[in-house]
T-cell receptor, first 115, second 114 residues
């Protein structure tokens, strides 16, 4: 079974509107971390936001927020006021346990922002 | 400060040849990771180094793949007897010593096996 599932291969959003990118995860470990990365066409991986499994509040970083629903095992990324530069691949990832172990990535969602 | 650097940026090799890919992590980062990304896919974990501990090699796809990290800094990923299915972008990342800390990625090495 996949540990990280991103069900939207591609998404379109109008500039200045908000968009939600879906991510569900599967783990039996009570301690885990959830990450979102952006990968523009240039290829670099850019860290966006982090949510720990014990964090009480949803994480926010500027225009990015993470809608963390622990019981549903979902960690959706919300981008507010989309900009043309937000067009990229977005990857959800999970680290299990309290260690610095590797990240487990989903297959990604390609976001296209329309002017 | 300087980010994670990788070399070469591109490598074309013939099937059956060995290749070495290099990663220079961010200074002071104790953890170093190798991933590979096939065309249009997510990242696949290969190997992870943490300080002086034995590396986690659980993601290596075959015994043709190996990696070492010298002096707790620079790392080299070696692929022996390359196959066409090894063609991918190989990404290196490093991080500080807290589970919540993000991994900083290098620009990757695009490997093409002909």
């Amino acid at each position: 079974a996949q540990k990280i599932t991103q069900t939207q291969p591609g998404m379109f959003v109008q500039e200045k509107e908000a968009v939600t990118l879906d991510c569900t995860y599967d783990t039996s470990d009570p301690s885990y971390g959830l990450f979102w990365y952006k990968q523009p066409s240039s290829g670099e991986m850019i860290f966006l936001i982090y949510q720990g499994s014990y964090d009480q509040q949803n994480a926010t970083e500027g225009r990015y927020s993470l809608n963390f629903q622990k019981a549903r095992k979902s960690a959706n990324l919300v981008i507010s006021a989309s900009q043309l530069g937000d067009s990229a691949m977005y990857f959800c990832a999970m680290r299990e346990g309290g260690s610095q172990g590797n990240l487990i990535f989903g297959k990604g969602t390609k976001l296209s922002v329309k002017p | 400060g300087a980010g994670v650097s990788q070399s070469p940026s591109n490598k074309v090799t013939e099937k059956g040849k060995d290749v070495e890919l290099r990663c220079d992590p961010i200074s002071g980062h104790t953890a170093l990771y190798w991933y590979r990304q096939s065309l249009g896919q997510g990242l696949e974990f290969l190997i992870y180094f943490q300080g002086n501990s034995a590396p986690d090699k659980s993601g290596l796809p075959s015994d043709r793949f190996s990696a070492e990290r010298t002096g707790g800094s620079v790392s080299t990923l070696t692929i022996q007897r390359t196959q066409q299915e090894d063609s991918a972008v190989y990404l290196c990342a490093s991080s500080l010593d807290r589970p919540s800390y993000e991994q900083y990625f290098g620009p990757g090495t695009r490997l093409t096996v002909t």
